[in-house]
């Protein structure tokens, strides 16, 4: 019996930043190996890829293996969602109809008797104010179909340029954690859940807030973090396989 859920975010697949962990998305692919057979759930909480944006002919094939992971552990029984993050906020229907992997950009599932509610975490923060705004910028329905007429090529170049010069920028910016449990624990309130997992901001922990608790995986890039839920609790794990 599948008894296991497990939780990852901010892999940014698709870049090697100064301190990534090198072949992480190999490691990725033998993580996904590793958990089927025993996993009931896996969920990505956002920025899965530095950057992704569908074209209607179009996938990336730098993944292919990643993708045909995630096939099989699907196959295997294993739900399989995929949340948007700031840098993959762009999905369309390549994951649920080709590999069965569900996208959502929040989501509240039933694990093990407990209701928990996901969310990568952008935006949340009263300080990202001007992350907001940009955001609205590139969600405006012209913006997209100007990106859409670039060839893909050159669509990748640039998101990887744009996302370089915003990597600099944030690692100057000051995680302000108190901001992500205020918003976390009205969530909890809100939605009726026990926990609240976020993304985004590249700290793993455990928090316990007034209405439940709070958690995050850290990252895929640079520690290879994870949350493993298993009767109704949450460890925090390292992969090291």
Known sequence: MNSSAYFISDAHLGVNPPGSVPNR???LVRFMESIKGKASHLVIVGDLFEFWYEYNDYVCRNHMDLFFAMRELVKSGCEVHLLQ????????????KSLGVLTHKELKLDIQGKKVYFRHGDGVAKSDFGYRL????????????????LHPDWGMALARFVGRNS????????????????????MLEKTGCSYCILGHHHISGIWNVENGTVASAGDWMKKLTYLRMEAGELDILNFND
């Open 85 to 96: 993050g700031n840098h993959d906020f762009a999905y369309g229907d390549f994951f649920p």
């Open 25 to 27: 998305e190999q490691a």
């Open 134 to 149: 940009f955001r609205r910028v590139l969600d405006f329905p012209l913006n997209r179909f100007l990106f859409r007429q």
């Open 167 to 186: 990597r600099k920028v944030g690692e100057s910016r000051i995680i302000k954690m108190e901001e992500y449990l205020h918003w976390a624990n009205c």
